[in-house]
């Protein structure tokens, strides 16, 4: 029979451990890419290793348990396999709970979603591929509405199927295995086109009208985000989005540059309120 005293020194112990490999995580994440850090991966994917076998070991003693237990154990295991975002998008983590090899990779890489998509654990697939793209929304709502929106749209209605049965867990990590794909393809898109985050955001604004987007040039529109965007920079640093006068005057500049470049007129009007939408957006972003 086990000692009452020695399984409280066990939990004990195991929340201490935890907490290390979590502080000695994160400190790894704020090092890199720094040439150190090199030295440490080893040492860090060792403990990584032992604290997702001690937590899977101890979730299948435990069993499932009423009230959400196994959806907590989900939840965990997603935090493992995605690891920590940091900047420039990418995770740091070592996939021990999902049995993964240790990988510095980007989140929307080929290789990263195929690492994913063959988990064993098909639910623990799903969600963390529905995780990975509710957070990649998250991020483009700071920058980009008409992305965002698209993107939370055509996540839901995946969503709402597979919620409904009308698909089966495979079809749905497959659906949500495209859409990662297309995420990944529209940070691509302002690269190609040799735009700023600001200015494809007001490229998606303008183009999001596909009609708008056939009678005007690429070029054209390049053209014109670009002095759009530095007309946005240019507005008063003051929380212009709540005088009128200013807005007024941005709403009239904005016109004035659609019909310049030949913007279709039947469409402009709802350009510019969209233009406005993320031009508020960006100030905010940018104060």
Known sequence: MLDV???VGEETGWKRFRGMVKRLSTAFALAVPREETQEITPHL???????AMIRKRLADDAGPTPGGGRSRHIDAAVRQVIGDAVDAGEVIDLFAAAGLDAARLDILSEDFLN????????NLALETLRKLLTDQIKISERTNLVQAQKFREALEKAMLGYTN?????AEMIAKLLELAKWVREAKQHGQDLGLSTEEVAFYDALAENGSAKEVMQSDQLRLMVRELAEMVKQMPKLDWTQRESVRADLRRKVRRLLAMYGYPPDLSEDATQLVLKQAELSTEAGA
């Not at 994917?45 to 604290?51: M, S």
């Not at 690492?115 to 098909?122: N, P």
């Open 115 to 122: 690492r994913v998509s063959a988990l064993e654990q098909k």
């Open 45 to 51: 994917a060792f403990f990584q290793r032992i604290a």
């Open 165 to 169: 049965k009308q698909i089966s867990t």
């Open 5 to 7: 005293g020695q399984t």
